[in-house]
Nanobody, 115 residues
Framework: QVHLVESGGGKVQPGGSLKLSCAAS????????MHWYRQAPGKERELVAT???????NYTDSVNGRFTISRDNVYNRVYLQMNSLKPEDTARYYC?????????YGQGTQVTVSS
């Protein structure tokens, strides 16, 4: 049973920073790519960042240069460091992985960027 638990969200002013964390269990973590998605009210869920099992990283254009995804294969965690936050980054953020063709999400953590 794959289990993903996100934490670290909150309310921050524009230009601020947050670091999200996702604890994973039920998988051989080091072998799996991990992803961060987000979903704003009234919008579709979008892929924000990916880190492969080898540590390769990809970002959606809107966060490139501001967000950094990383992983800790000892503690089975994936992180999303978010800097220079903008109001349009406001969304619920979800950790994700795909195992045996099934896509697993956590419950998400809310990020609100507002003055």
């Amino acid at each position: 049973q794959v289990h993903l638990v996100e934490s670290g969200g909150g309310k921050v002013q524009p230009g601020g920073s947050l670091k999200l964390s996702c604890a994973a269990s039920g998988i051989n973590f080091r072998l799996f790519a991990m992803h961060w998605y987000r979903q704003a009210p009234g919008k579709e869920r979008e892929l924000v960042a990916t880190i492969t099992s080898a540590g390769g990283r990809n970002y959606t254009d809107s966060v490139n240069g501001r967000f950094t995804i990383s992983r800790d294969n000892v503690y089975n965690r994936v992180y999303l460091q978010m800097n220079s936050l903008k109001p349009e980054d406001t969304a619920r953020y979800y950790c994700n992985t795909i195992r045996q063709g099934y896509s697993f999400y956590g419950q998400g953590t809310q990020v609100t960027v507002s003055s």
